[in-house]
């Protein structure tokens, strides 16, 4: 199938600045990833903060430009920020964010802000609008009376549901979700997770779905790639991979997903923080927190290589370590 | 942290700068000193050559010239009114301003830090409401309104102290209590909204819970915490100490730098306004170097990112 | 079961005439691992913070706390600070904001040290060095030395972990200690909480949002809703066979790790805010066994054998089950 969205083996690198004195030291945040999604479907990307998930996220909405390596939208390369067609494009790529009160505007009603985009982008007369409006409020399950409040008189719920309600506007082919759910409890999170799903089964839309939640992410996602410090280090079809993971970093962190009930995978505690991304280890970038490690771990770099069942994994000991869990 | 001394030094000296330009050009576009001085009905001869001994008669910009050099040079010239160096003039005003701003300091401080910190340890209390209420009118009657009132009501209607003048230390009292109520106001308020953002951090929380008692939590947590925003407020105060008392000296006639200041500024005595201008640019840039130090003494997250 | 260590009788808290919580009735065992769960606004932290006296002033709170049969809400302030951090310690779920910034971390470990066990100088930084190793802080001679601002989050939760253990408490509350944290770092640091609590044999209460932490470490289960425990019950029976409409709604809106996808459960509504809490059930709103009687008043715990009790008056009690322990 043709991609809808791909990235080809992007990369992107801030300069950090160290005290007032101190020289920019490159950061890469993202290095050298491809990834793609197909119309109508969820690509998940898990790993913990600091791994790049959220510039993926950004790259690929366009949000940002890649230093090396290129985005690609329906077969045609992204334009740059800011430019008229790349503003024309906003419609077809949508964000849906962590926190639904920064992304909203205090001091207009949640309803006005929904419509928005439509004017916006000069979508429909005013009659038309009015219609639009009240069939996204009846996708994201908000009463016309909640949509005329302003954003602090919803509850965390329901503000999530108005982004998302204000993303769908104007029908994108992708919606970019960073951690939509993390702030919700666990009962709303299960409310918002169904609706992302039946929309998506409705209007065929392709999702990346970005979270720290690995159990989020396998309810939803259709592909997932886990991600360490900038790259990808395994990728595949989620059931496999949080059943069994192969790679060493994501057998760590799907055995520290707490789970009620009994656990199938031994706990693997790992030791040390994730290294700051400013100072990327030699090597497999994962190698000092890898009970694994040999000494070409420490000096070279594992390529994401694909395996007979069809993921891909970056790491050099990935056979043996297939063949020990066969 | 070299460098930012420097860049620190490079702005105060650009800042004193643009001080004594902006006397210079405010003073001679408001009037010819010479003129002023002399009076007007002065013979024409008589101002010409007063303008010959002061340079007055050369074109503007190289008087600005001339000014700018001498004060490099160190020499901030001389009284236009009486000649004598312009310094000289100053200093000799400098302590009787002390002697009101010093104890006026003082009584902000003792006053005004311990009656915020008290307001905000018993917030929504009558304490609270009195002392909130004693600052919004500290800071917000001028300071000539309440210097009038307590002339009106402790020398004249009570006689227990001198109105004005400089006789003796009781005539000093009303003066540094005009003074010192206002900023007490103002140090109280940001005291008690320091201490209260404090007190709602969860540190101090942590500590309650590991069993410190709550006077030590306010002492060893609270108050180290609360006295990183309340120095910036001491250090502007520090930066008035010389010229801060220009209206209270003028109402109790305190033969001080603001009331030199205001005669000079009357005469264009040029050489004086700038010379007071000079000290109290300087002692503010130099207040503000020592917040910005302080600061980083206080607050280990700013030592990092110096 | 044994001696109760403390018992929460009747805790009721409330703020501006607000109740956030509608009286909490809750026994630790010596050295048991009790878990508190529940959403936001439910009280679980609220039940703590009250029992310790650490909510601010404004909180109105009645009750009984008993601490060996002494209620520690009548104690005065002395003797309730020799208490907090002695004999009851807390840790909170922002560990960079809960330690103090100004000061070394070293040093708020040694001033625990000092109120509570005398140590001073370099008997106290050397007692503060061995807390150090004890939680796992590298280098920990030079971290004493620290600030807060310097360390990742997991070594700042290490820190108050450390300052919690310098009074050597019988009971440790962790109220969502690891909410902050990385995944990686939060199996971390609850094997920590496991490890310290076998070795020094104290009581822990962990208070979090997420099921599977407290499946991960308690052995007994208090489900809060709306102010109150709605069900209590040995970890491997409240995941095998919960008796609350909530406990259960909670458990089916959770995704599954493994097995075949499922469309999620979700319960209908929202978490009731504390200032808008129902007269009666605070869950039948959302209920679906909900009737009138459930307005009418709060339902009352009942046993249902095997130290599984429920407040609801509908909740269908199973035949008992062999409960499958969790690895």
């Given at each position: 199938?043709?991609?809808?969205?791909?990235?080809?083996?992007?990369?992107?690198?801030?300069?950090?600045?160290?005290?007032?004195?101190?020289?920019?030291?490159?950061?890469?945040?993202?290095?050298?990833?491809?990834?793609?999604?197909?119309?109508?479907?969820?690509?998940?990307?898990?790993?913990?903060?600091?791994?790049?998930?959220?510039?993926?996220?950004?790259?690929?909405?366009?949000?940002?430009?890649?230093?090396?390596?290129?985005?690609?939208?329906?077969?045609?390369?992204?334009?740059?920020?800011?430019?008229?067609?790349?503003?024309?494009?906003?419609?077809?790529?949508?964000?849906?964010?962590?926190?639904?009160?920064?992304?909203?505007?205090?001091?207009?009603?949640?309803?006005?802000?929904?419509?928005?985009?439509?004017?916006?982008?000069?979508?429909?007369?005013?009659?038309?609008?009015?219609?639009?409006?009240?069939?996204?409020?009846?996708?994201?399950?908000?009463?016309?009376?909640?949509?005329?409040?302003?954003?602090?008189?919803?509850?965390?719920?329901?503000?999530?549901?108005?982004?998302?309600?204000?993303?769908?506007?104007?029908?994108?082919?992708?919606?970019?979700?960073?951690?939509?759910?993390?702030?919700?409890?666990?009962?709303?999170?299960?409310?918002?997770?169904?609706?992302?799903?039946?929309?998506?089964?409705?209007?065929?839309?392709?999702?990346?779905?970005?979270?720290?939640?690995?159990?989020?992410?396998?309810?939803?996602?259709?592909?997932?790639?886990?991600?360490?410090?900038?790259?990808?280090?395994?990728?595949?079809?989620?059931?496999?991979?949080?059943?069994?993971?192969?790679?060493?970093?994501?057998?760590?962190?799907?055995?520290?997903?707490?789970?009620?009930?009994?656990?199938?995978?031994?706990?693997?505690?790992?030791?040390?923080?994730?290294?700051?991304?400013?100072?990327?280890?030699?090597?497999?970038?994962?190698?000092?927190?890898?009970?694994?490690?040999?000494?070409?771990?420490?000096?070279?770099?594992?390529?994401?290589?694909?395996?007979?069942?069809?993921?891909?994994?970056?790491?050099?000991?990935?056979?043996?370590?297939?063949?020990?869990?066969? | 942290?070299?460098?930012?001394?420097?860049?620190?030094?490079?702005?105060?000296?650009?800042?004193?700068?643009?001080?004594?330009?902006?006397?210079?050009?405010?003073?001679?576009?408001?009037?010819?000193?010479?003129?002023?001085?002399?009076?007007?009905?002065?013979?024409?001869?008589?101002?010409?050559?007063?303008?010959?001994?002061?340079?007055?008669?050369?074109?503007?910009?190289?008087?600005?010239?001339?000014?700018?050099?001498?004060?490099?040079?160190?020499?901030?010239?001389?009284?236009?009114?009486?000649?004598?160096?312009?310094?000289?003039?100053?200093?000799?005003?400098?302590?009787?301003?002390?002697?009101?701003?010093?104890?006026?300091?003082?009584?902000?401080?003792?006053?005004?830090?311990?009656?915020?910190?008290?307001?905000?340890?018993?917030?929504?209390?009558?304490?609270?409401?009195?002392?909130?209420?004693?600052?919004?009118a500290g800071?917000?009657v001028p300071s000539f309104v309440l210097g009038l009132l307590l002339v009106l009501l402790f020398a004249v209607t009570l006689g227990w102290l001198p109105s004005g003048g400089?006789d003796g230390w009781r005539s000093g009292i009303l003066p540094v209590i005009t003074l010192g109520l206002?900023?007490?106001?103002?140090?109280?308020?940001?005291?008690?909204?320091?201490?209260?953002?404090?007190?709602?951090?969860?540190?101090?929380?942590?500590?309650?819970?590991?069993?410190?008692?709550?006077?030590?939590?306010?002492?060893?947590?609270?108050?180290?915490?609360?006295?990183?925003?309340?120095?910036?407020?001491?250090?502007?105060?520090?930066?008035?100490?010389?010229?801060?008392?220009?209206?209270v000296?003028?109402v109790f006639s305190w033969?001080?730098?603001?009331?030199?200041?205001?005669?000079?500024?009357?005469?264009?005595?040029?050489?004086?306004?700038?010379?007071?201008?000079?000290?109290?640019?300087?002692?503010?840039?130099?207040?503000?170097?020592?917040?910005?130090?302080?600061?980083?003494?206080?607050?280990?997250?700013?030592?990092?990112?110096? | 079961?044994?001696?109760?260590?403390?018992?929460?009788?009747?805790?009721?808290?409330?703020?501006?005439?607000?109740?956030?919580?509608?009286?909490?009735?809750?026994?630790?065992?010596?050295?048991?691992?009790?878990?508190?769960?529940?959403?936001?606004?439910?009280?679980?932290?609220?039940?703590?913070?009250?029992?310790?006296?650490?909510?601010?002033?404004?909180?109105?709170?009645?009750?009984?706390?008993?601490?060996?049969?002494?209620?520690?809400?009548?104690?005065?302030?002395?003797?309730?600070?020799?208490?907090?951090?002695?004999?009851?310690?807390?840790?909170?779920?922002?560990?960079?904001?809960?330690?103090?910034?100004?000061?070394?971390?070293?040093?708020?470990?040694?001033?625990?040290?000092?109120?509570?066990?005398?140590?001073?100088?370099?008997?106290?930084?050397?007692?503060?060095?061995?807390?150090?190793?004890?939680?796992?802080?590298?280098?920990?001679?030079?971290?004493?030395?620290?600030?807060?601002?310097?360390?990742?989050?997991?070594?700042?939760?290490?820190?108050?972990?450390?300052?919690?253990?310098?009074?050597?408490?019988?009971?440790?509350?962790?109220?969502?200690?690891?909410?902050?944290?990385?995944?990686?770092?939060?199996?971390?640091?609850?094997?920590?909480?496991?490890?310290?609590?076998?070795?020094?044999?104290?009581?822990?209460?962990?208070?979090?949002?997420?099921?599977?932490?407290?499946?991960?470490?308690?052995?007994?289960?208090?489900?809060?809703?709306?102010?109150?425990?709605?069900?209590?019950?040995?970890?491997?029976?409240?995941?095998?066979?919960?008796?609350?409409?909530?406990?259960?709604?909670?458990?089916?809106?959770?995704?599954?790790?493994?097995?075949?996808?499922?469309?999620?459960?979700?319960?209908?509504?929202?978490?009731?805010?504390?200032?808008?809490?129902?007269?009666?059930?605070?869950?039948?709103?959302?209920?679906?066994?909900?009737?009138?009687?459930?307005?009418?008043?709060?339902?009352?715990?009942?046993?249902?054998?095997?130290?599984?009790?429920?407040?609801?008056?509908?909740?269908?009690?199973?035949?008992?089950?062999?409960?499958?322990?969790?690895?």
């Open positions: 199938m043709i991609p809808l969205l791909s990235l080809d083996g992007v990369s992107r690198i801030y300069r950090q600045r160290r005290g007032l004195l101190g020289r920019g030291v490159p950061l890469r945040a993202v290095d050298d990833i491809s990834l793609s999604v197909a119309p109508g479907l969820t690509l998940g990307v898990v790993g913990e903060s600091g791994c790049g998930k959220s510039t993926t996220g950004r790259l690929a909405l366009g949000l940002e430009t890649p230093d090396s390596g290129r985005v690609t939208f329906r077969g045609a390369v992204m334009p740059p920020p800011d430019g008229a067609e790349w503003r024309s494009q906003r419609r077809h790529l949508q964000l849906v964010p962590q926190d639904p009160l920064g992304a909203l505007d205090r001091r207009l009603t949640v309803a006005a802000q929904i419509a928005e985009p439509l004017l916006i982008h000069g979508i429909g007369n005013r009659g038309e609008r009015e219609d639009r409006l009240a069939a996204l409020l009846n996708d994201v399950g908000l009463r016309a009376d909640q949509a005329a409040r302003y954003p602090h008189e919803l509850s965390g719920g329901q503000r999530q549901r108005a982004v998302l309600a204000r993303a769908l506007a104007t029908s994108p082919a992708l919606l970019v979700c960073d951690e939509p759910v993390s702030a919700l409890d666990v009962s709303i999170q299960a409310q918002v997770i169904n609706m992302l799903t039946d929309l998506q089964a409705a209007r065929g839309i392709a999702m990346i779905f970005i979270s720290h939640d690995l159990k989020v992410v396998r309810q939803v996602s259709h592909e997932v790639a886990v991600m360490y410090l900038g790259r990808v280090v395994e990728q595949g079809d989620p059931d496999a991979i949080f059943a069994d993971p192969l790679h060493p970093y994501a057998r760590a962190l799907v055995s520290a997903i707490p789970v009620p009930g009994p656990r199938r995978l031994p706990r693997i505690v790992l030791s040390g923080d994730p290294p700051n991304p400013a100072d990327r280890p030699a090597g497999c970038a994962f190698h000092p927190r890898c009970s694994l490690a040999t000494a070409q771990c420490r000096v070279e770099e594992p390529g994401l290589i694909a395996r007979a069942d069809g993921r891909r994994v970056a790491c050099h000991r990935a056979d043996e370590l297939a063949r020990a869990s066969a | 942290m070299l460098r930012f001394l420097a860049l620190r030094l490079v702005r105060a000296a650009l800042t004193i700068a643009l001080v004594v330009t902006f006397a210079f050009v405010v003073l001679r576009l408001s009037g010819d000193p010479a003129v002023i001085i002399m009076s007007p009905e002065a013979p024409a001869e008589a101002i010409a050559a007063f303008r010959k001994a002061w340079g007055l008669d050369q074109p503007i910009w190289i008087q600005y010239i001339n000014y700018f050099g001498a004060i490099l040079h160190g020499e901030l010239g001389q009284s236009m009114r009486d000649g004598r160096p312009a310094i000289a003039l100053v200093l000799e005003r400098i302590p009787a301003t002390l002697a009101l701003t010093l104890p006026a300091f003082a009584l902000k401080l003792c006053l005004g830090i311990p009656a915020g910190i008290q307001a905000a340890l018993h917030r929504n209390s009558l304490t609270d409401r009195l002392v909130m209420a004693g600052a919004v800071f917000t400089q206002g900023g007490a106001g103002i140090l109280a308020r940001f005291t008690r909204s320091a201490m209260l953002e404090v007190l709602g951090q969860h540190y101090i929380r942590t500590a309650s819970a590991k069993g410190v008692p709550w006077r030590a939590v306010v002492r060893n947590h609270a108050l180290p915490n609360a006295a990183i925003p309340t120095v910036t407020v001491i250090g502007f105060m520090v930066g008035s100490l010389i010229a801060g008392a220009v209206v000296e003028s033969p001080g730098v603001g009331r030199l200041l205001i005669v000079a500024v009357a005469n264009r005595d040029l050489a004086v306004v700038q010379c007071i201008l000079l000290m109290v640019a300087g002692t503010m840039v130099t207040a503000n170097f020592a917040v910005d130090l302080l600061y980083g003494l206080l607050d280990p997250r700013l030592r990092g990112a110096r | 079961m044994s001696a109760t260590l403390v018992s929460i009788r009747d805790l009721w808290v409330s703020f501006d005439g607000h109740a956030a919580l509608r009286g909490v009735d809750l026994d630790i065992a010596p050295g048991e691992a009790v878990g508190l769960v529940g959403e936001s606004g439910c009280g679980k932290s609220v039940t703590w913070l009250a029992a310790l006296g650490l909510l601010p002033v404004k909180a109105a709170v009645s009750g009984q706390v008993l601490l060996d049969g002494q209620d520690l809400r009548t104690l005065k302030p002395a003797a309730l600070d020799a208490i907090r951090g002695r004999r009851v310690a807390m840790i909170f779920q922002d560990p960079a904001s809960s330690l103090n910034p100004v000061h070394r971390v070293g040093r708020q470990v040694v001033e625990a040290l000092r109120l509570h066990r005398g140590l001073d100088g370099a008997a106290a930084r050397a007692e503060a060095r061995r807390l150090f190793d004890l939680v796992g802080i590298p280098d920990a001679g030079r971290r004493l030395d620290a600030f807060a601002h310097e360390l990742s989050g997991g070594q700042n939760q290490r820190v108050m972990i450390a300052m919690a253990l310098a009074g050597e408490p019988e009971l440790l509350v962790a109220d969502e200690p690891t909410t902050a944290l990385d995944a990686t770092i939060q199996a971390q640091i609850l094997d920590l909480l496991r490890r310290l609590q076998a070795e020094t044999g104290m009581a822990l209460v962990l208070i979090s949002h997420d099921l599977g932490v407290v499946a991960d470490l308690c052995s007994r289960v208090g489900v809060m809703y709306g102010g109150r425990i709605v069900e209590e019950a040995p970890t491997a029976t409240l995941f095998a066979a919960p008796v609350h409409p909530y406990t259960q709604g909670l458990l089916a809106a959770l995704p599954d790790m493994t097995g075949p996808r499922r469309r999620l459960t979700a319960i209908a509504g929202g978490v009731p805010e504390p200032w808008n809490f129902p007269p009666g059930c605070s869950f039948a709103p959302r209920c679906m066994s909900a009737t009138s009687a459930c307005d009418a008043a709060l339902p009352a715990a009942r046993d249902v054998g095997d130290g599984h009790s429920v407040a609801c008056l509908h909740a269908h009690v199973p035949e008992p089950v062999r409960a499958v322990v969790p690895a």
